[in-house]
């Protein structure tokens, strides 16, 4: 193989990647402004109920959405950044969205961080997580507001 060859190659890699980066406005996903979530056009009607919710005016998506230390909220970012630039580029995600276990291990970490005197004895099951009762379970729309046309029951 070329010199020649590879550099050409390795130039080509490096414009898409950087295309790609500006085209999807990666810089922005290192914010934590909840304008950053619709730059996907599929999740606009989960920051329009949240615009309207209970939580507004206390919370933006990453802090329910993201954990709260330093290392583990960007290591979710990125996580979360493979897998719904994987899915919205091959068009293979699951409608309506619906949160993945992880992510709702830490949406349940985060609600009882905020909530949690008031309701961590009320939701943690007596064997330990496997059978605690999650916030959501009770309380779907305090994040997002009336769930129709989020996927949700009517």
């Known amino acids: 193989m070329s010199v020649g060859f590879l550099a050409v190659s390795v130039g080509i890699f490096l414009g898409i990647g950087a295309y790609t980066f500006l085209y999807a406005e990666g810089l922005s996903y290192l914010s934590d402004d909840p304008e950053v979530c619709v730059n996907c056009h ?4 989960q920051y329009d109920s949240w615009q309207k919710s209970s939580h507004h005016a206390v919370a933006v998506c990453v802090d329910c ?12 970012k990125a996580d979360n950044g493979w897998h719904h630039s994987k899915g919205f580029t091959l068009q293979n995600f699951h409608e309506p969205i619906m949160i993945k276990e992880p992510n709702a291990r ?11 005197d ?8 007596v064997n330990g ?3 605690e009762v999650r ?3 009770c309380h779907v729309t305090v994040g997002h507001g009336d769930t129709t046309g989020l996927g949700g029951p009517e």
């Open 42 to 45: 599929i999740m606009q009607p």
């Open 65 to 76: 959405h993201l954990p709260h230390d330093f290392v583990g909220k960007y290591i979710a």
């Open 106 to 116: 830490i949406l349940q970490d985060n609600c009882l961080a905020c909530h949690e």
């Open 118 to 125: 008031l309701a961590h004895d009320l939701v943690v099951g």
């Open 129 to 131: 997580p496997a059978d």
């Open 135 to 137: 916030c959501v379970h």
